[in-house]
């Protein structure tokens, strides 16, 4: 691959004019690699958060009774562990990664945006800053679930759901924001010979995502504007009374929810279908099928939103079509399993810690897909519906799933941001903590749903004591872990052994073509592409 | 750069489109519960056409009166009868009674519901209280008549229908009423829908 693109690393070094000092560096860049880092690190501070949150709410549930908390409060954390993570911790860490991989990959020297860049980074730690601070508030924060269905977030809500409409509209302009710019920069700023089919699937997946974002997350501010109305205006979009329908309100949100839980996926696909070539020292298998695949999820996923609604009543017409149309959904998904497969199939494969997150990425998301199937299923639902079963089957898809695609993109890539190497025993343990803390933590969760344990509530039954105290000691293990995943990131940060360029044997793509770490400025003079396999 | 600049106005107009298609969902929902009965929706006041209107001796159809008040509204609301046996096309009468048992004056909305759903398109009121608000004194009990006819194109296989009425306390939404740009669509479409 090397003779394939030209190396333009030693061009750049002397050239390369670096950052400012200081905290200045930080509040006015408009670098893409600056911009990234501190994507990835908000990202960290709120997963921790909202980890910690978790950490509440599964020590409530330790032991049937209550313990720790009052149920308020106990609402108000699992509404905002999933507000925090979903908004502040996976969307920002693959925004993130975008600012920092697009430019690299395309052969270009920055983000087409790099103002707009700073802007909607620096929205965040506002927009979270607001919902936190609703915690201190009297009355308390959000306790309404992360979906604040109407009317519990609009009568019942408590005072502070004023500023968590602002933290959702800000969080709303940022991501739009985002994904203008990430757009802009993929179809504008290809190196010459980068066509579209020859981009990396990262790069694939995150313009397809970057679409979805700009066609929902305005829906979204559009509900929770409706919402500002009802609560301080005297309209009634979802009030009854009025002539308004609450049940209009979970159409609008989960026309923008579905697509939303494709956002937090298909990032996730694209970083693995980097990750495992590599690791296989084979090009992916079927990289058309895989970017039409990508495609078709997307497309569908706008049409299936009512099935998270099947219980609210619907004609029967209504629920066999979102039921069809929702595992239809399965097919492409299944291309994209199968590829993953066939990549390794008679492959040189070594599983260095990356590799062991992408397979864990491949292995549990596809639990959590047919946990999903299960689901889709309208008859069945009216028993899983709003039970422990969905809790474990959208944590089954965004924790193995979308939270460990991103831990194994920073081990994948960190060499080449920072230029050292992180410790691989290290990075091995944390795997293995974190793969045994997941599957404690969720996969009880299947068997308490199954057996009727409803999600969102403080006590339960004695019957589930034993499943919810292994899902809280698994808790405990996974989120414990992730202080180490931070202690060896900061270890390989300040004392790892340097990087070469390349960093693994097989690693395909323009950006292993550049120095590690990385020149401060990408690509100042385009590199030429001239292979077909230009991607991995 | 303005190739980046011409790239993200295209998008911003994706941006203000899907915005305002939210908005839209509104209206179009509303249309879509009109059209399929979605959530038991019932149509407005309704005219009998002489010329077309026939009453299907043949059939008796059950309509059960289910009567609720919303969490927080005070008054007391019940139904004459639990039921009544009709025969489609025939117009029935029912009286319906509410009691603001407060010391204060109230208005009170009833917001009516169709079970099952495939029924609401043949339930038709030619007079309801539930078009109007209903202001209600301290202690004051006031009789509500409902007239209505079940149409005799009712699916064969549906051999008896649940009107729900839930009531809402509206005084402070009426006391607002020029605010709220929400029309109510029961209000909205209280206008003769032709026998069909």
Redesign the interface.
């Given at each position: 691959m090397s003779d394939a693109v030209q190396d333009y690393a030693h061009e750049v070094v002397h050239e390369d004019h670096g950052p400012a000092k200081g905290l200045r560096r930080w509040l006015f860049t408009t670098n893409h690699k600056d911009i990234g880092t501190l994507y990835l690190w908000f990202s960290f501070l709120m997963l921790l958060i909202g980890g910690s949150m978790a950490l509440v709410v599964r020590a409530e549930l330790f032991q049937p009774g209550l313990q720790f908390v009052d149920p308020q409060f106990f609402n108000q954390m699992t509404t905002n562990h999933g507000l925090i993570m979903v908004f502040g911790a996976i969307m920002p860490a693959f925004v993130g990664l975008a600012n920092w991989l697009l430019p690299m990959m395309l052969g270009a020297p920055d983000m087409?945006?790099p103002r707009?860049n700073n802007l909607s980074f620096w929205i965040l730690p506002f927009a979270f800053g607001l919902l936190i601070s609703t915690l201190f508030m009297e009355g308390g924060g959000p306790n309404f679930g992360w979906t604040f269905y109407a009317p519990l977030s609009t009568t019942y809500a408590p005072d502070s759901v004023t500023f968590f409409i602002f933290g959702v509209h800000m969080m709303g302009a940022s991501s739009?924001m985002g994904?203008?710019n990430i757009?802009?920069t993929i179809?504008?700023m290809r190196a010459p010979g980068m066509t579209l089919m020859r981009m990396p699937l990262f790069v694939w997946t995150w313009l397809i995502t970057a679409?979805l974002l700009?066609?929902?997350?305005?829906?979204?501010?559009?509900?929770v504007t409706?919402m500002l109305?009802d609560i301080h205006?005297?309209?009634?979009?979802f009030?009854?009374?009025?002539?308004?329908?609450p049940?209009?309100f979970q159409?609008?949100f989960w026309?923008f929810g579905h697509p939303e839980v494709y956002i937090m996926i298909l990032p996730a696909f694209g970083i693995v279908s980097q990750i495992i070539p590599t690791f296989c020292r084979k090009p992916l298998f079927g990289y058309d099928s895989m970017v039409y695949a990508v495609a078709s999820i997307a497309f569908l996923s706008f049409i299936v939103w009512a099935h998270h609604m099947f219980t609210v009543?619907?004609?029967l017409a209504g629920q066999l079509f979102f039921m069809y149309s929702t595992m239809l959904i399965a097919v492409p998904t299944g291309v994209k399993v199968f590829n993953w497969v066939s990549t390794m199939w008679r492959g040189s494969m070594t599983f260095e810690t990356p590799m062991l997150f992408a397979i864990a990425f491949v292995v549990l998301f596809s639990i959590g897909g047919f946990s999903g199937l299960m689901l889709a299923i309208t008859p069945a639902d009216y028993q899983y519906h709003d039970t422990y079963f969905v809790v474990a089957h959208f944590h089954y898809v965004l924790v193995p799933g979308s939270l460990f695609s991103i831990i194994a993109a920073v081990y994948y890539w960190l060499p080449k941001w920072c230029g050292k190497m992180y410790d691989e025993g290290l990075g091995k343990l944390h795997f293995w903590l974190s793969f045994v803390g997941v599957n404690v933590t969720f996969f009880p969760q299947h068997f308490s749903g199954l057996a009727g344990m409803p999600r969102r509530i403080p006590d339960y039954a004695l019957q589930f004591a034993d499943f919810n105290m292994l899902s809280s000691i698994g808790a405990y293990v996974f989120g414990f872990s992730q202080v180490l995943f931070l202690y060896i990131v900061i270890k390989t940060i300040k004392s790892g052994e340097p990087a070469t360029g390349r960093v693994w044997e097989a690693a395909h793509g323009l950006e292993w073509t550049l120095a590690s770490p990385a020149p401060y400025h990408s690509f100042t003079h385009p590199p030429k592409v001239v292979l077909a396999e230009a991607h991995s | 750069m303005p190739a980046h600049g011409k790239t993200a106005a295209k998008l911003m107009l994706i941006v203000v489109g899907m915005f305002g298609f939210g908005f839209a969902l509104v209206p179009l929902y509303d249309l879509l519960c009109e059209v399929t009965g979605l959530g038991g929706r019932t149509g407005g006041q309704y005219v009998i056409d002489p010329a077309t209107h026939t009453v299907d001796k043949t059939r008796l159809v059950r309509v059960n009166f289910i009567t609720n008040t919303n969490a927080g509204m005070p008054w007391a609301f019940w139904s004459e009868k639990g039921g009544v046996r009709v025969h489609p096309g025939q117009p029935k009468f029912v009286k319906f009674f509410v009691r603001n048992p407060t010391d204060r004056v109230m208005i009170g909305k009833a917001v009516p519901s169709v079970a099952p759903m495939r029924a609401s398109g043949f339930f038709h009121k030619t007079e309801c209280f539930c078009f109007e608000h209903q202001m209600l004194q301290p202690g004051e009990t006031l009789e509500l008549p409902m007239r209505f006819i079940v149409d005799s194109q009712l699916p064969k296989n549906i051999d008896s229908i649940h009107l729900s009425y839930t009531l809402f306390d509206v005084t402070e939404i009426a006391a607002s009423a020029p605010v709220g740009a929400q029309a109510s669509p029961v209000e909205a479409d209280a206008k003769p829908i032709g026998a069909d």
């Open positions: 087409a945006l707009m739009i994904s203008i757009i802009a179809l504008n679409y700009l066609a929902v997350m305005p829906v979204l501010a559009g509900a409706m109305f205006f005297g309209t009634s979009f009030s009854a009374a009025g002539g308004g329908d049940v209009l159409h609008i026309f009543g619907m004609p | -």
